[in-house]
Nanobody, 114 residues
Framework: VQLQASGGGMVQAGGSLRLSCAAS????????MGWHRQAPGKQRELVARITSAGSTNYADSVKGRFTISKDNVKNTVYLQMNSLKPEDTAVYYCNLRQYGRDYWGKGTQVTVSS
């Protein structure tokens, strides 16, 4: 399984970014895909995740600002990030979980300036 993320960058506070992550390889129909992030000096944390059935979970800090979606045909997950804040600055990692095993993509940097 390979995960290819894209869409990171630098934006001013209040701006928007959209992250994409395409999964390839031996992908099963039932899985969970999501995004985690890690800021300097902090632990990696869950941002949002979505099941193949479309159920979603969000970190409290991003509720109402971020939206996760998924294209099951393309095995691609998206994270629309609006009203970005400087505290959203982090490396964002795409994740896929299937059969209890986690796969990670290389991180993509998101920097929000004040």
């Amino acid at each position: 399984v390979q995960l290819q993320a894209s869409g990171g960058g630098m934006v001013q506070a209040g701006g928007s970014l959209r992250l994409s992550c395409a999964a390839s390889g031996s992908i099963v129909r039932i899985n969970v895909m999501g995004w985690h992030r890690q800021a300097p000096g902090k632990q990696r944390e869950l941002v949002a995740r979505i099941t193949s059935a479309g159920s979603t979970n969000y970190a409290d800090s991003v509720k109402g600002r971020f939206t996760i979606s998924k294209d099951n045909v393309k095995n691609t997950v998206y994270l629309q990030m609006n009203s970005l804040k400087p505290e959203d600055t982090a490396v964002y990692y795409c994740n896929l979980r299937q059969y209890g095993r986690d796969y990670w993509g290389k991180g993509t940097q998101v920097t929000v300036s004040s």
